[in-house]
């Protein structure tokens, strides 16, 4: 008997605050409250409480005969408890009906699969045990971040105990095979492959609403044609995509919910499928072959790889410097450090530095709250140094004076050269060169005068009689400082900003690069990013 698989995922990122070059050394949070707790509030309202519902009831109508399965990030947990407890509930509802999966990822929705096996095991480890704590099961199948995988990543999770693992059911890794197969790691056979139909998939994430499609309007009846018209040796038909899919990337006026609701009872009475968990299916599907990916696939973009998160200069820069501090992270203890680290690792923020352009440079542009690329890697790389200074005045390791000047040159190298690879109409808010020739210099100069290292601080009150002067002022400074960026204000000019968006964005043409930057950023989440994901045209237009 041939099955369904209906697979979930559910995910939100800690979206970041505009901050400047100044609030280095200053200001040590990150977070764009406003928009965190707005967008997630939306969400939950538009889709995981009203589509939670749905499925609730309809394993109430079908019983064991329609089952689904759900992966949740540890960042959308996070925010869950902060935010939206009332959500959290409604998923340990679905999970007490016996009928709902739930899979283990990364904590921290990261890349570190890529780059350093550890850290990824050490995620994949909290994520396993949160899951247990807050549903009561231990996941036994593995869903990476953005289905990332390869040969080498499938056999480190099969060291892990996981039995299954589910990916993207890639053109340039299948070939003639079929996606509707139930395949094993090349390198360990023990852990199955299940791959995702992407076509049926974006059947519904992506097309579902697109009135130019050929096949609209999407029935529940269609659908179920189409599923009879495969193959009849085929073993299962993977149906993975965003849950912000129903409600959110597809408004309830389309229709998305009725079609929900309607699935199961045309499949039961129109075919031979049933629906069943990734564990369901590998338990009474044995593979058929090996799949072999030698390099990371996953379910972004046209390509299928990695280049959504990696494609660039910016990306991987940004990438490598995080990663090259996490033995100074592992050396502390501090708690704000280390949910600083984990929220600073979410593949999102790299996403946002992605310099594509036609298709997949419109997706990548609907769920970044950045104006440009070069903003969002600007931001990002204020913040890991800020971040970075903070884990060396812990160690008490002497801070590099020059260390605020070299970093100002080496952004301005990196987006200098990348932006002679790109088309010029990558964002008509890219900077010029001269104007961020300007910018720079100027906050160079006073970052000359106010960016002294503490052990500098330290030796030059030592020396001099009038001590009392220095600390006056140093501690003046600092407390003007901590006033001007209260949380409560950065909240309340959020507030403002987001209900002054459009005349904003009028009003502001070409002034300095940081004036215009500040205007918007923190605007932009809450009108143009309902969610970070990747969420449906992310991954969806990517996998047309």
């Not at 707005?38 to 969400?43: A, D, E, G, R």
């Not at 759900?70 to 947990?77: E, K, Q």
């Not at 409604?90 to 739930?102: M, N, Q």
Request: net charge positive; with cysteine; proline share 4%.
């Amino acid at each position: 008997m041939k099955t369904i698989c209906l697979y979930f995922q559910v995910h939100q990122p800690f979206r970041f605050r505009r901050y400047r070059f100044f609030d280095i050394g200053h200001d040590h949070y990150y977070y764009d409250d406003y928009s965190n707790e707005s967008i997630l509030h939306k969400v939950a309202q538009k889709c995981y409480l009203p589509a939670n519902t749905i499925l609730y009831n309809l394993i109430k109508e079908y019983g064991s005969r329609f089952k689904v399965s759900f992966s949740i990030s540890g960042t959308a947990i996070d925010q869950f408890r902060l935010y939206a407890p009332e959500v959290l509930e409604s998923f340990k509802k679905l999970a007490k009906t016996g009928y709902v999966e739930f899979l283990a990822e990364t904590y921290a929705h990261s890349l570190s699969s890529l780059i350093n096996r550890e850290e990824f095991e050490a995620q994949v480890t909290k994520h396993r045990e949160t899951i247990k704590e807050i549903f009561g099961q231990t996941p036994t199948v593995f869903r990476n971040t953005e289905l990332v995988y390869s040969d080498e990543i499938g056999a480190m999770i099969a060291d892990m105990g996981f039995k299954t693992v589910v990916t993207e059911g890639a053109k340039h890794i299948l070939g003639w095979k079929s996606p509707n197969y139930v395949y094993c790691n090349a390198i360990n056979p023990r852990l199955k492959v299940l791959l995702r139909n992407f076509k049926l998939s974006d059947d519904i994430s992506f097309r579902f609403s697109n009135k130019s499609w050929n096949e609209y309007p999407l029935t529940a009846d269609k659908y179920v044609a189409w599923l009879n018209a495969l193959d009849k040796k085929e073993q299962t038909v993977n149906i993975f995509m965003d849950y912000e899919t129903f409600g959110e990337h597809q408004d309830q006026n389309t229709g998305i919910f009725e079609f929900l609701k309607a699935l199961p009872r045309a499949v039961f009475s129109r075919s031979s499928y049933h629906f069943a968990t990734p564990s369901d299916v590998a338990d009474r599907h044995q593979p058929i072959a090996a799949i072999s990916a030698l390099h990371p696939i996953s379910w972004a973009d046209e390509e299928r790889d990695i280049s959504a998160w990696l494609g660039n200069e910016l990306q991987q820069a940004a990438f490598n410097k995080l990663y090259s501090l996490r033995q100074l992270v592992l050396k502390n203890n501090e708690a704000q450090i280390w949910e600083d680290w984990k929220n600073l690792q979410t593949a999102d923020h790299f996403y946002y530095m992605s310099t594509k352009v036609l298709s997949d440079g419109e997706v990548h542009k609907y769920f970044n709250p950045y104006d440009s690329p070069y903003d969002a890697f600007i931001n990002y790389m204020n913040i890991l140094s800020d971040f970075e200074i903070r884990l060396k005045q812990e160690q008490k390791m002497p801070s590099d004076p020059a260390y605020l000047m070299k970093l100002l040159e080496e952004k301005e190298r990196i987006i200098e050269d990348l932006s002679k690879q790109i088309p010029p109409n990558i964002s008509s808010k890219t900077p010029s060169k001269t104007l961020k020739t300007k910018t720079m210099k100027k906050e160079a100069t006073k970052a000359k005068k106010e960016q002294v290292a503490p052990a500098e601080k330290n030796a030059k009150t030592a020396e001099k009689a009038p001590a009392k002067k220095t600390v006056k002022k140093t501690t003046a400074k600092k407390t003007a400082a901590k006033k001007a960026t209260a949380k409560p204000a950065a909240k309340k000019t959020t507030a403002k900003k987001t209900a002054k968006k459009t005349t904003a964005k009028k009003a502001a043409p070409k002034k300095t690069a940081a004036k215009k930057t500040t205007a918007k950023k923190t605007a932009k989440p809450a009108a143009k990013k309902a969610v970070a994901k990747k969420a449906a045209p992310k991954k969806a237009a990517a996998k047309k």
